[in-house]
């Protein structure tokens, strides 16, 4: 007899157990990739690049030179990490080939994004200043070119270039999309620039910030500091573009919010609906049991019991409609999250919202058609 | 003892004319009595009813049970004089469909602030003959057996007087002999009987007739050729 409100509640569980499992998760990616949330990325281009950044497809502005510039004369910049990265870059060990993203990172990257290796060792200052072909192995790839046995000492080949395994990084599981973080092989930048890759540009800058409460100042001096150093003229755009991956993340975020928003207005709507049926019900209620209602009354009851008892059965009906909604969407929502295969997050706080909401409902929406059961004159009840 | 003083009751219509149900009303009635209350339809014996058993006020008068002034008695304070001290026998039995027999016996109880007692409920249908029915439903039950169900609630809190209106209204002459049989058992064991009827046959077993036209009281008169336990002693 609850209808409205099963498929009301029903549809605001599914779309809260929905949206706040989307949101993790996405959360949860963007801190694989970025690790931290104090940066400012620069990515050379005015406008955003579709997709993965690589050497093929960026604009050669952005230069090493910008980096140090950035570091040093910034003070509200922590530090600096430049990168130049490429996709689809073949590697060769012994008789075992993969393909793979090759990324030339500076130490200063490791240290922002917490890298650790789980063999062997990172790359080091030293590695940096000798352009040494030294590579570190992300866990994918490690597992692909040397199944179970340690890589540390073992030589591959970049592109037919020769390198010589240092160790392998710990793994990151999924980044956003759910693409793997650990098919990746880092080495040194100067090492890349001078000796796989002969650019002389980055594909990213990534700033760490000394304060993350003055992102937006440190992205306005960034960017007065690259029009200088990139003699723009005053009307002209932007060659590179700024973004915060706390920007990134809300803006992912937001995307599917405004889904589930939609979802959670209609589900309010319904619930609306649904609150309005039980006092359509309850008030035929009442009139079908006028009769009942008299003969109460003449065995005693006060108008406070009767009150009561009315009250009591709308609750009833709006908290078992309202369990049964819970029930109804969170295996809805269990179903379409496993479809994506994300780990669905069934909030406690929520159902217990929706219980309360549905009491209040069902308080509210019973309180005027049991007030006029206690009011019907038993006389006139018991006559008819 | 219940006593009227003067009582009128004066209802104002849907259509907002004034119809003065009862004039000027003034009656005692001891314990123990058994009093059929007659008149046609229309005459105020519904609306006398309704007053003595708490589920109304006079406009004007005194109506005092024991002593206790019900006129100016707040609505809850009458409920519960009427779950303790009046038992009600309704035309149309007023069962509550949802509940089996015996349920339904032992619904004043709730209202009257007491435990629930099925073995006291299960007795009572016993003493009107019901016993074999207590789990069925008031829809499975033939119209004198509901009254008698009726009957059994009407005693459940053991008030001193029992309210019936019309019991017999709805049911065939053997029923209804059985339901004036109870009636009389009651009486005989005490308790102060009311009834309102039109059947001058079955008002004959009451001791005593209050007869009312147009609201007035018409007629007071004891009863001499009564059939109750009483008359037998008296001849």
Redesign the interface.
């Known amino acids: 007899m609850t209808v409205g409100l099963v498929v009301g509640i029903g549809v605001l569980t599914a779309a809260n157990f929905v949206g706040e499992s989307t949101r993790r998760e996405t959360v949860k990616q963007m801190k694989n990739m970025l690790r931290s949330f104090d940066t400012v990325m620069i990515r050379p281009g005015a406008s955003r690049t579709r997709g993965m950044v690589s050497l093929t497809n960026v604009p050669p502005t952005l230069k090493f030179e910008d980096a140090t510039a950035i570091a040093t004369q910034l003070p509200e910049i922590a530090r600096v990490a430049p990168l130049q990265n490429a996709f689809d870059i073949d590697v060769k060990a012994g008789d075992r080939t993969d393909t793979t993203a090759v990324f030339g990172v500076s130490t200063s990257w490791l240290s922002i994004q917490g890298d650790e290796a789980v063999y062997g060792r990172l790359l080091t200052d030293e590695d940096m200043a000798s352009r040494a072909r030294v590579a570190v192995l992300g866990a994918d790839v490690a597992k692909e070119l040397f199944a179970d046995e340690s890589p540390v000492g073992r030589p591959i080949q970049l592109a037919s270039v020769p390198f010589t395994v240092i160790g392998t990084l710990a793994t990151r599981g999924a980044g956003p999309g759910g693409a793997s973080l650990d098919d990746i092989i880092l080495i040194p930048l100067t090492t890349a620039a001078t000796r796989l890759f002969n650019r002389d540009y980055l594909t990213m800058l990534v700033a760490q910030l000394r304060d993350p409460e003055h992102t937006d100042a440190a992205v306005a001096d960034i960017t007065a500091l690259l029009r200088q150093r990139h003699h723009l003229a005053p009307q002209a755009l932007d060659d590179f573009t700024l973004s915060s991956p706390k920007a990134v993340a809300t803006r992912v975020t937001e995307a599917t919010s405004t889904l589930v928003r939609l979802v959670w207005g209609s589900g309010l709507l319904v619930t609306a609906i649904g609150a309005a049926m039980v006092i359509g019900i309850m008030l035929i209620s009442v009139g079908e049991r006028r009769?009942?209602i008299?003969?109460?009354?003449?065995?005693?009851?006060?108008?406070?019991?009767i009150l009561v008892q009315f009250l009591l059965e709308s609750l009833w009906a709006s908290v078992g409609g309202a369990a049964l909604g819970i029930f109804l969407g969170a295996t809805l929502a269990l179903a379409l999250m496993s479809l994506q295969h994300t780990p669905t997050v069934l909030s406690g706080p929520f159902v217990g919202l929706a219980v309360t909401a549905a009491i209040g409902v069902g308080i509210l929406a019973g309180l005027y058609p049991a007030w006029k059961a206690a009011h019907i004159d038993?006389?006139a009840a018991?006559?008819a | 003892m219940i006593s009227l003083r003067h009582v009128s009751k004066t209802y104002e219509r849907a259509d907002g004319a004034r119809v003065d149900a009862l004039k000027d009303v003034s009656l005692d009635i001891d314990q123990g009595e058994f009093v059929a209350l007659r008149g046609v339809s229309g005459s105020g014996k519904?609306s006398l009813l309704?007053i003595i058993?708490c589920?109304?006020r006079p406009t004007v008068g005194s109506v005092r049970l024991d002593g206790l002034e019900l006129a100016r008695c707040p609505?809850?304070d009458l409920?519960?004089i009427?779950?303790?001290a009046i038992g009600?026998i309704?035309q149309?039995f007023?069962l509550?469909p949802r509940l089996t027999a015996v349920e339904n016996v032992e619904?004043?109880l709730l209202?009257?602030g007491r435990r629930a007692d099925r073995g006291k409920a299960f007795a009572l249908l016993n003493r009107v003959g019901l016993a074999h029915r207590a789990g069925h439903f008031p829809t499975e039950l033939s119209g004198g057996e509901q009254q008698r169900v009726a009957v059994a609630?009407a005693l459940i809190?053991e008030p001193p007087t029992i309210l019936a209106d019309e019991p017999t209204g709805n049911l065939d002459s053997a029923a209804g002999g059985e339901v004036m049989q109870l009636l009389k058992g009651l009486h005989s064991e005490g308790r102060t009987i009311l009834l309102v009827t039109h059947d001058d046959v079955l008002a004959r077993i009451a001791l005593r007739h209050v007869a009312l036209a147009n609201g007035c009281l018409v007629g007071l008169s004891t009863n001499s050729t009564a059939l109750g336990p009483d008359a037998a002693a008296r001849t």
């Open positions: 009769s009942e008299g003969l109460r009354r003449a065995i005693g009851a006060t108008r406070a019991d038993p006389v018991l006559r | 519904s309704n058993g589920l109304d609505d809850q409920s519960h009427r779950a303790r009600f309704f149309s007023h509550l619904l004043p209202y009257a609630r809190n």
